[in-house]
Nanobody, 123 residues
């Protein structure tokens, strides 16, 4: 059973940083694209970032220059570094996986999802 477990969320002040982790089990990151999505209260889930096993990355415009996605094959974990956080970044963040070697930006392209981790940006 493919499993994804997110961690690293929390409460942070505007301008602060967090690092989210997405630990994969029962499969390796080879040949998978891992996406990060977020859903704010009362809003639809949106794609934030994606990384392929080949190292290609994607960021939605609102997070470019502030968020960085990376992967550690030895730990079978993908990270999303969130810097210069803004109140509008407040959301539940999810990671998702699908078998793909190219970028996948839409949530309907993903087969496996984690349970989410809450990020709150507030002073």
């Amino acid at each position: 059973q493919v499993q994804l477990v997110e961690s690293g969320g929390g409460l942070v002040q505007p301008g602060g940083s967090l690092r989210l982790s997405c630990a994969a089990s029962e499969f390796t990151l080879d040949a998978y694209a891992i996406g990060w999505f977020r859903q704010a209260a009362g809003k639809e889930r949106e794609g934030v970032s994606c990384i392929t096993s080949g190292g290609s990355t994607f960021y939605t415009d609102s997070v470019k220059g502030r968020f960085t996605v990376s992967s550690d094959a030895a730990k079978n974990t993908v990270y999303l570094q969130l810097n210069n956080l803004k109140p509008e970044d407040t959301a539940v963040y999810y990671c998702a996986a699908t078998v793909a070697t190219s970028i996948r930006a839409r949530e309907d392209e993903y087969d496996y999802w984690g349970q989410g981790t809450q990020v709150v940006v507030s002073s």
